[in-house]
């Protein structure tokens, strides 16, 4: 079953502005994870985050994780055209080394960036 | 990254048939692979865990006997849908690694049941 729940679903912006995109979960996670699918593609990994870590950095992207508030943002600053995609909070519920493999997604938001 | 490469990547075929997936990691070993299907428009959905030598573990709902997955080494994982119906017709994707650390996913693969 669906475990995220991705806010907004859609999103349009302008280039260089910031894109903010919200996932909320409902069960105790061990990680969460944020992937980026181009249209009929596959995924490409873009940051981890561990349930004791807050936030998270890497380049233009800023993971945060409330987890008293079962809930992670996604911040990419700047965003360029080629930002353009669907992007995807996993988590990974299970105990163990497999709980970051075995994923459940959330439902995505799609992100266009208009050049 | 580790790279994993799933073959292939677009098949059609006639209903009532059946079709193998192929994953592979290619620069590491993986004792375990994920399988999910992501139907249009929609989010990833985990079908089942690949286990190299033993029997693979499926989500509530999968039908084991119709997606036979079969992981007979460290590099390689296969999901055959057997008996395919125009409602099997979805994107499967694979994934490996995520022992304690990130997955890498396949390409992914369209199937096209007609």
């Known amino acids: 079953s669906q475990q995220g729940e991705e806010d907004p679903q859609a999103l349009s912006i302008q280039e260089g502005e910031n894109a903010t995109m919200n996932c909320s979960y409902k069960?105790?996670?061990?990680?969460l994870q944020w992937y980026r699918q181009n249209s009929g593609r596959g995924l490409v990994h873009l940051i981890l985050?561990?349930?004791?870590?807050r936030e998270k950095h890497s380049g233009r992207l800023r993971v945060t994780l409330d987890t008293s508030k079962k809930s992670s943002s996604l911040l990419i600053t700047a965003s360029r055209a080629a930002d353009t995609a669907s992007y995807f909070c996993?988590?990974?519920?299970?105990?163990?080394?497999?709980?970051?493999?075995?994923?459940?997604f959330g439902q995505g938001t799609i992100l266009t960036v208009h050049p | 990254g580790a790279v994993v490469s799933q073959h292939p990547s677009r098949v059609i075929c006639k209903s009532g048939t059946s079709v193998k997936i192929e994953c592979r990691s290619l620069?590491?070993?993986?004792?375990?692979m994920f399988w999910y299907r992501q139907f249009p428009k929609q989010s990833l959905m985990l079908m089942a865990t690949?286990?190299?030598?033993?029997?693979?573990?499926?989500e509530q709902g999968v039908e084991k006997d119709k997606f036979l997955i079969n992981h007979a080494s460290l590099t390689l994982s296969t999901l055959t849908v057997t008996s395919a119906h125009p409602e099997d017709s979805s994107f499967y994707i694979c994934?490996?690694?995520?022992?304690?650390?990130?997955?890498?996913f396949g390409q992914g693969t369209r199937l096209t049941v007609v």
């Open positions: 690949s286990n190299e030598g033993s029997k693979a573990t499926y």
């Open positions: 994934s490996a690694g995520g022992w304690w650390t990130e997955a890498f």
């Open positions: 069960t105790s996670i061990n990680n």
């Open positions: 985050i561990r349930s004791n870590e």
């Open positions: 620069d590491f070993q993986a004792t375990t």
């Open positions: 996993a988590t990974g519920d299970g105990a163990g080394g497999t709980s970051y493999g075995k994923l459940t």
